[in-house]
């Protein structure tokens, strides 16, 4: 009687298990011990963001809109390789992507003051000069590489370009303001300025070299801009846009190729539709728990 009037005793003295934020063993507890109330503290999904599918489908838009934008600059790129467009058209479809570039930056731009406007008309002079100057040097750049390899090396350009590229618009944040580029960013646009220089040597003549390398950069460098501007400004311009867009590539691509217009067309469906469907389907699998074990949070409460 003695002997179980001590161990009820102990029983009783035992310390109560507790959390502790340091090392070392409690008295009485395994190292490893755990209690029932260890998971009173447990949160399930609680940074799961759920997400809709039209939303979704909306925002994917702007993926398919780039996809057509670098689709139409390859079709250029054909229709010059084929002699279907000169030098006279090609100077014409500059001076147009340049001009229209300009005015949707005049009417959709939050930003643009008019010293800004001539900075940017500067800077795009001396751009032009300097690639004019340099188009001899491009002409007879890959003269001693066959045509076979210069189409591979420029079709896997492309692909490395719209792999890179930065869909998000992050780096673009107001006209004359960037910020700075991620790596993989300046690889996209590395390797879509280098597929333009082997697309160009293989031109006839110096003043095709001049004409499609200037239609050329114009698009990989200021598409994003204009595109980001017509976003901010009105979403509903963006859709109408991009939809326009996305019918007249695959009505080029159509007359091209039937085979490409297929391709083009289950990419543009795959991108726009079965993708968001499929992102909405594989959140329901999502499972995240948060608990006492995580990494603390440091809180900082700052009074003015």
Known sequence: MENSAHVGDYSTLKPKWRKIAYGGMQPGFEDNHTDDSFLEDMIMNANVVRRDLLKVMLDSVSISQYLCIVALVVLVWTYTLRSTLNEDYLLLLDVAVLGSGFLILILTAEMLSFNLLLSYLRKISFFIAGLYLLSPIYHTLTRSISSDSIWALTTALIILHLFLHDYTGSTVKAPGTLENPAFTSNISLNASIVASVLIASRLPSRFHVFAIMLFSLQVFLFAPLVTYCIRKYSFRLHLFLSLSLMSLT???????????????????????????YWLIRIQEF???????????????????
């Open 286 to 304: 999502k499972f995240e728990i948060n608990g006492p074990w995580d990494e603390a949070k440091l809180c900082f409460n700052v009074t003015e």
């Open 250 to 276: 695959l009505i080029l691509v159509y007359n091209l190729h039937r085979l490409l217009f297929m391709f083009l067309f289950v990419i543009l469906a795959l991108v726009n539709l079965i993708c968001p």
